[in-house]
């Protein structure tokens, strides 16, 4: 099942490593040339050098403290916007009154509730939990209702008829199918916790990848910048990876990979 599951990651994101590598390549050509001023673009060597140098303080004091944000902020978003969309589908009132007010929610720039955030919680874990929350709420529940929404009448006539009740239909039918579109709600909500968190450790913070980032733009050390930009690049992919195999474990457990 593993080596299934790395041969599917290969062949489906291959042509992306190729890309990355020609991006990376043209980059490193057009810095060494001196095109673009160095505290502009480095070139991606100086970045590597820059993680090689600083990777100490990256890896075991900035990558913790954001690592521990996102998946606070992700896991908490997972259980409160799964709940509420599953509430959201058994009851039509609820959702026609939420519904509206999440897209409204969405609408709000973070950047202007951020400082808000910060006045309730102070310089805490909390202030960057909350943003993350915001950031990642809404995929979640939008996929959970969209999920649980879709056609299953035929489903539940035919467990009706067989005797089950309403617990039972939604276990056995309506959850099921939900799972593609709940997966496609958490694949963006992970990947949203990573910019959430960034964005709270930019705004208030001492320390996380964000806030990293931000001081070393504030001294124009560029590369150093980058390094903490890669890292949480590699987080964002990495639990979107994680994520997309437990898709893939689960629904083909069900039946629906061949």
């Not at 996102?70 to 916007?81: E, K, P, W, Y």
């Not at 805490?124 to 939008?142: D, G, H, M, N, Y």
């Not at 035929?154 to 709940?182: D, H, W």
Request: glycine content about 8%.
């Amino acid at each position: 099942m593993t080596a299934s599951l790395l041969k599917r990651l290969i062949r489906n994101y291959a042509p992306a490593l190729l890309l990355s590598l020609l991006i990376l390549t043209a980059w490193e050509i057009i810095a060494r040339l001196g095109l673009t001023p160095s505290f502009i673009l480095p070139s991606p060597s100086a970045i590597w050098t820059a993680l090689a140098t600083d990777r100490r303080l990256l890896l075991t004091v900035h990558l913790p403290a954001t690592l521990l944000e996102v998946l606070a902020g992700f896991s908490l978003s997972v259980v409160c916007g799964s709940l509420l969309g599953t509430g959201m589908h058994l009851f039509r009132p609820l959702a026609k009154a939420l519904y509206p007010l999440l897209v409204i929610s969405q609408t709000l720039p973070l950047i202007a509730l951020s400082p808000l955030f910060i006045m309730w919680f102070g310089y805490t874990l909390w202030s960057k939990v909350a943003i993350v929350f915001l950031t990642a709420f809404f995929p979640v529940v939008v996929g959970t209702y969209d999920g649980l929404g879709k056609n299953t009448q035929s489903y539940r006539e035919l467990m009706l008829t067989l005797g089950a009740n309403r617990r039972q239909i939604l276990c056995k039918v309506s959850v099921p199918l939900a799972l593609p579109s709940f997966f496609s709600g958490l694949k963006l909500s992970v990947v949203y916790s990573v910019i959430g968190a960034t964005l709270g450790e930019w705004l208030g913070g001492s320390r996380g990848l964000g806030y990293f980032s931000r001081r070393m733009a504030g001294n124009l050390q560029s590369a150093e910048m980058f390094a903490a930009i890669v890292i949480l690049s590699a987080l964002g992919i990495a639990m979107f990876l994680c994520i997309a195999g437990l898709e893939t474990i689960l629904l083909k457990k069900r039946g629906r990979y061949s």
